[in-house]
Each structure stands twice: as C-alpha cells, then as structure tokens.
C-alpha cells in the first residue's frame, strides 16, 4: 500500500479529477481495509440493504395489488403481477386463509340480507336509507354505471365491480352522495388495507437490520481508528510534538476519525442500498409502464447540471471548514492549558475574541455549504414533478386508470430521495479523502526515533555513562522539500566528550541556552546525536531499546506535571505495578506522607487538573516520590529554579537527598547546596563543555564558573534571565558551606 499525505480539502478543491480519483481509491483502500476483520457483519449488512432495496419492488407490485382489489374503477380482479402473471388477490386470500375465508362469508350473508331488506322494505325492520347502507359497507343495486369498466367488472365478478348509483330517495337526489358500489367484503378490505403497515414494516426492519449492521463495523472501525492514531502517535518522537499543534491532534484524533467512519458508513450504505432500490423501483415500473417509466424519468438528466454546480460550490466552501475547525481546537486546547496566564493577564476577552472568530468563520462556512447542499432537494423533486406532469398528458391520452397512475408516481417519487442521497456522495468522499488522509498519514508516520532492529533489552545498568564526542543540532520539518532541515545554523551540543562514573553525583551548569536540557534529551534519546555516541554501562544507547533505556533512567524535573487523579495514582505513575505499602515509603521518603495525611483524603485525594489542587513544592515532593518508587539507577534532576521559603526548600533537599543516593545523578543546577554536593560539577557553554571539576577547582581556574557563581548565586540572582536566585544566604549551612568551598 503505498504511502498517504495527508490532504486538506483545498487542496483537493485545486487537484485535478484525476489526482482526486487517485488519492480517493489510496483512501478508501485503507479504510476498506480496517473493515476486513469485520467483512462477515459488513456482509450482512449488504446482504439486507439489498433486499431492503429489492423490497420496494415488492412494495409496487403490493400496493398495486392492494389499490386495484380495494378500490373502485378496474377492469378485472384478476390482476397482473410480475413474474407471478395473472392472479385474482381475493381470490387466493380466501382460499387461502381459512379465517378469511369464514369471514368474508358471514360479511356477505349480511350483504345479501340487508339488500333484501332494501328490495322489501317490510321484511326489514326499517328501511335503511342508501347512504347510511354504504356507510356500512354494503352493496346498492347499479342504476347507473359510471365508467365501461365499472360495468365490465359487474359482468364478470361475483361480487359487483364499482359502479355508482344515484341516491334512491327522490328528495336526495341534490344532496346525498352518490352510492359506491364495493367490490369486496370489509374484512377483505381490512386484510389488504393492514398489509400496507406490513410492507412498510418489512422494508422498515430491513434497512435497520443493514444499518445496524453497518453501524456495527463503523464502530468497530472507529474504534480500531481511534486506537491506531493515538498509538502512533505516541510512538513518536519528542521533536514530534515539538513541532505539532496538540489541538489538531485532538481535533484528528477525534473529529476526523469519528468523520471517516460516519462517511463510510454513509457511503456503503448509499452504495448498497441506493442504487439497489432504484434499479428495483425502475425495473418494476418498466414491467407496467415502459413508457410512462422512461418519459417520467428521461428528465432525470436535467439534474445533472444543477447539482455539479452546486457540488463545485460545496466543494469551495467546505475547503477551509477544517482549519477553522482545527483552529478551535487549538484555542480551545492553549486557552485551558494556559489559564492561569490567560487569568493573570485578564485576557478573557482576548481569548473569547479568537475563539469568536474561528467559531463564526467556521459557522458562515458550513451554512454556506448547507444552503448549496440543501437546494439540490428542490432542483432534483422540481425535475421529477415536469416528469410526473408529462406523464399525466400520456396517462390521459392512454386512458391508464386513476389508482395506476398514482402508483406509478408514488414509486417515482420514491425514486428521489435515492437519487438525492447518491448526488451527495462526491462531498461525502471528498471529506472522508480528507479526514481519511489526515488519519493515515498519522498512522503511516516514521518516528524519528524508532528502536533498532535487532535492538537489546537493558537491563538494571550500574550507571555509567559515556559521551564521545557529541554533537547535535534541532532540526526543523521542510515542508517544500518533505524532510527536515536544520533550525539554526549553530549545533545545541558539540565536542561533548564525558565519563561519568556510577553513583557519583555530577551538577550541570552553564548559561542559558548552552545545551543542558538538551544533553538530558540526547540522554533520554530524545533525539540521536547528529555526530558521536553515548553508552551506558558499555552499550550504545542507540542499539538496545528505548524503553529498557527510560526504565533505568529516572527524571525529575522543574515540570511538575501531574494527572487528574489521586495522589496514590500520580505516584503509582513511576512504577505501576507498586503496593500501596511501597508508594507510602516512597513518599515517606520524598517527606511527602505528611502532608498527604493532613488531607480530607489522604491518598485518594483528587490533585486536580495539571496537580491544580496542590502547592508548587507539595508537587514537587509528590513528583519526588514517584521517582523514588520508580527506583532508576541513573537520575536527570533539573532542579526547580522557583523562589522557595527556606523551609519548604530545606524539605525538598532532604527529599531529593533520599532520592539521589546511590544513584548517577546529573542535576542541572540552579542551587548552590546542590553544587555543593556534587562530586563533579560540568560547565557547559555554547553547547560545549567548557570545564569540569569541582567547585574548589573550578572557582580558582574556569572564568565562566566564576562569573556563573558570583552572578547566580553569589548575588542572589540567577543569571541571565533574572530570575529569582532559590538559595537563601543567610542560611548557616550555605553561607559556612561557600565559605569553607571558597577557602
Ligand atoms: N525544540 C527545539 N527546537 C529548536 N531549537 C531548540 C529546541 N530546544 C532548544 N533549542 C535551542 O537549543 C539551544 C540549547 O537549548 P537548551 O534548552 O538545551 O539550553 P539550556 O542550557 O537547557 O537552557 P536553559 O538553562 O535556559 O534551560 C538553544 O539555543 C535553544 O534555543
């Protein structure tokens, strides 16, 4: 299968014919291929859409059947029905159906003893006047018959075919109606008129038994869409997401899955069943009427116009719905990640205002569209009715009956809504093509970081760590050319050469921008170093799994993020399979167990969204614990840089004390207690390392750590960015402790 694109609908509105043809087969080749597990379902769901379709004809024939028995004005009760030829209904219902049978036999002894009541007006108990006798369903004797066939039928029948009589009573001759002869008994009538429910029942269960059906694997699709999108999603790597917008994701995720599946629901069901129905509907009125049929729907063509017209404007409008569409996701998704900034900036009505503008644009886009789509309805029922009219005047000239032609016309007009339905199925592909090459080029997306082949399993590494000569720049996605260039011209990292022994304790320093996080990332492999490599315990990060690798690597950093969930879950997070007994001591550890008791719900505390619930530090200390409990030989530590009181930071040391030991700990650091301890401390600049010792060392020969230590931590500041220094000098521990380093 070859790759997808992913295609927006403007696009498709500029490729030619043939290209979308292209794309659109690639498209529904992959979605048709999700429904392959599910073909047995999708089978019978085809299976009933085309005897739901196949059942209309049987809808004709029947109501033919039924008008023709029921009402007045045929020639003959033998009817003619297709494939069965002549057949007389009542006939074969009667004697049949013996209950029928029994009661069409009592309706007409009561027909013959009320007739002749009507002949001797004495032997009755009171004349019943004619009206009121065919109110009750009996017959009048003809006087007058109004139509041939009318008299024709009451030569033939048993029972007198239609005929109309003049009111009997002299002085009613002005008012009363006309009798109408009946042709058949009432419980007749009642059996035939009851089969009009039915037939629409049968069809009705039919078409629900095939969209159930389709239904069914549309959602089982979906789910499988849905599924699939967000693993490879997660499959990819952080330069990924670094690049894409997360409400578009959702928005694809979500929307454009839950469009292709209801799409393609739509679409099958309109390629079964439709077209079955109208070839059905078509077929049975060429048997009865092959003329009337084709002059009635010879004019069909004229729609054709209109509608391509109208397709081309659809097309048009519906181009950029989905990047407004995309748009509110993503104000939606940055408002609420964001809203503590949005809130602290009073920006509201900024918000609203983009949200506002997406919305409208995005509202006038579809009611554009709508009202192109809508008005195919009444140019497509307007061409029907010049074809419905013509066949009258052929109806007229050839003396075709009353109940025919209404047949006729009502399986024409049943006709349209098909034929509506299959005018619509462009802009239905042309949207599953764009939700569907959206989705699958997700799906088909090779991660920039993928595991090796033959990659190995790490298991628990000592913790020592090897650099060799590492370099690596960001790149940034080419869009012209399909890859990816370079971001800047200037590598993150470059020359980075260290050996870092196991269980030491290395503190990383340096400017801001000069490379630190990013050596964390090339740590994690995040990304892979453009030049160089890096080892663990002897074994190239790049050759064993990234999985194995993360699980022997713990991070804290000054992302705090936590779950909206309890506080035992956020710190179950590091290992999943932990007993309770195991996350306590972990967070005992992280000094955390106390302040977990002192809330209403103890472990099972809610932390809100984000951790929303809780303190900076108190999440710091729970993001500890989880790192604790996750028990990594080798720990990243990027160190909060937040202003602390000296309580609440005197807590944190000790909780990340208990945290570090007997661990290789590289900690980005932006606390002088943290230098301190460190067994070697790495200064980095422009992405290089510029020096590495201790603090001693370092304060006497490395002009950078100088500058770094006097403007950091020496003045209170952390430099360049000014933010708040987090280390309290009139602390006895720091201040003896720099003066015993300085000496
Ligand atoms: N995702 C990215 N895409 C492109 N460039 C990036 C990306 N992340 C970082 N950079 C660039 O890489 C360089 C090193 O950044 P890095 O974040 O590693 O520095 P740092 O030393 O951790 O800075 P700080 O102390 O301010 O966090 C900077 O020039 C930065 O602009």
């Not at 039928?153 to 009997?168: E, F, G, I, K, L």
């Not at 807590?651 to 900690?667: D, K, P």
């Amino acid at each position: 299968m070859s790759q997808i694109k992913k295609v927006s609908r403007k696009q498709l509105s500029e490729m030619s014919g043939r290209e979308v043809m292209r794309i659109a087969f690639i498209a529904y080749r992959k979605l048709f291929g999700y429904m392959k597990p599910y073909k047995g379902r999708f089978a019978m769901g085809a299976v009933f859409g085309v005897l739901a379709g196949l059942f209309n004809a049987v809808m004709i024939v029947g109501f033919q059947i039924i008008f023709t028995v029921v009402l007045p004005g045929s020639a003959s009760h033998k009817q003619h029905v297709p494939f069965l030829g002549e057949v007389d209904p009542t006939e074969w219902v009667v004697k049949h159906l013996p209950f029928m049978h029994t009661l069409d036999q009592k309706a007409k002894e009561k027909e013959k003893e009320k007739e002749k009541e009507k002949t001797n007006p004495e032997a009755g108990s009171a004349a019943a006047p004619t009206g009121a006798a065919a109110a009750n369903g009996t017959t009048a004797p003809a006087s007058a018959p109004v139509d041939g066939a009318a008299t024709t039928a009451t030569a033939s029948s048993p029972t007198p075919a239609a005929t109309v009589a003049p009111a009997t009573a002299p002085g009613a001759a002005d008012t009363a109606k006309p009798e109408v002869k009946r042709k058949v008994t009432l419980p007749v009538v009642v059996f035939f008129a009851a089969l009009i429910p039915l037939l629409l029942f049968i069809r009705g269960m039919l078409t629900y038994f095939s969209n159930y059906c389709l239904l069914w694997v549309g959602n089982q699709v979906l789910y499988d869409l849905r599924n699939d999108t967000f693993a490879s999603l997660l499959r990819q790597s952080i330069g990924f997401y670094s690049r894409a917008k997360t409400g578009e994701l959702i928005q694809i995720v979500f929307n454009q899955a839950r469009i292709a599946q209801q799409n393609v629901v739509t679409l099958a069901q309109d390629l079964i069943q439709r077209p079955v129905a109208i070839l059905s509907i078509f077929v049975t009125l060429l048997i009865y009427e092959p003329f009337f049929t084709i002059s009635s729907l010879i004019v069909f063509p004229l729609c054709i116009g209109p509608v391509m017209a109208v397709g081309r404007k659809v097309r048009k409008a519906g181009a950029k719905e989905e990047e407004e569409a995309g748009r509110i996701m993503v104000t939606m998704h940055e408002t609420f990640a964001g809203i503590r900034l949005v809130k602290s900036h009073a920006r509201e009505k900024y918000e609203m205002g983009r949200f506002d503008r997406a919305a409208k644009k995005m509202q006038e886009l579809i009611m554009r569209w709508s009202k192109a789509l809508e008005i195919i309805g009444p140019i497509v029922e307007a061409v029907a009715a010049l074809g419905i009219a013509a066949g009258l005047v052929y109806a007229w000239q050839r003396g075709i009956e009353a109940h025919t032609f209404l047949i006729i016309c009502m399986a024409l007009t049943q006709i349209y809504p098909h034929a509506k339905a299959l005018s619509r199925i462009q802009l239905l592909m042309q949207k599953t093509v764009v939700a569907t090459t959206s989705l699958f080029e997700i799906m088909e997306m090779k991660p920039d970081i993928e595991d090796a082949p033959n990659a190995e399993k790490l298991s628990r590494v000592r913790g020592e760590i090897k650099l060799n000569n590492v370099a690596f720049t960001y790149k940034k996605e080419d869009k012209k050319k399909g890859g990816f260039k370079k971001a800047t011209n200037r590598p993150a990292v470059q020359n980075v050469t260290l050996d870092l022994k196991p269980g030491n304790f290395y503190a990383l320093v340096g400017p801001s921008g000069s490379g630190k996080s990013t050596l964390f990332s090339l740590l994690l492999r995040f990304y892979d170093p453009d030049k160089g490599y890096i080892t663990l315990d002897g074994h190239d990060i790049r050759r064993v799994t990234q999985d194995s690798l993360r699980d022997n690597i713990g991070v804290v950093s000054q992302d705090t993020f936590l779950f909206h969930d309890t506080i035992e879950e956020n710190i179950r997070y590091g290992r999943l399979d932990a007993t309770q007994e195991e996350i306590i001591e972990a967070a005992t550890k992280a000094h955390a167990h106390e302040f977990i008791m002192q809330q209403e719900q103890k472990y099972d505390t809610m932390c809100g969204d984000t951790g929303s619930k809780l303190s900076g530090g108190q999440r710091q200390r729970i993001t500890i614990a989880r790192a604790i409990l996750r028990n990594a030989p080798i720990l990243l530590l990027d160190e909060a840089t937040s202003a602390m009181d000296s309580e609440g930071e005197k807590i944190i040391q000790e909780a990340l004390h208990n945290l570090i030991e007997g661990r290789t700990v590289i900690a980005i650091a932006h606390r002088l207690s943290t230098i301190l301890e460190a067994n070697q401390i790495i200064v980095m600049e422009h992405g290089e390392v510029s020096d590495m010792g201790t603090h001693a060392e370092l304060l006497q020969r490395c002009e950078l750590y100088q500058r770094l230590y006097h403007l950091q931590f020496k003045s209170g500041r952390v430099a360049p960015d000014e933010a708040v220094a987090d280390v309290n000098l009139d602390e006895p521990y720091e201040t003896d402790a720099i003066e015993a380093a300085e000496s």
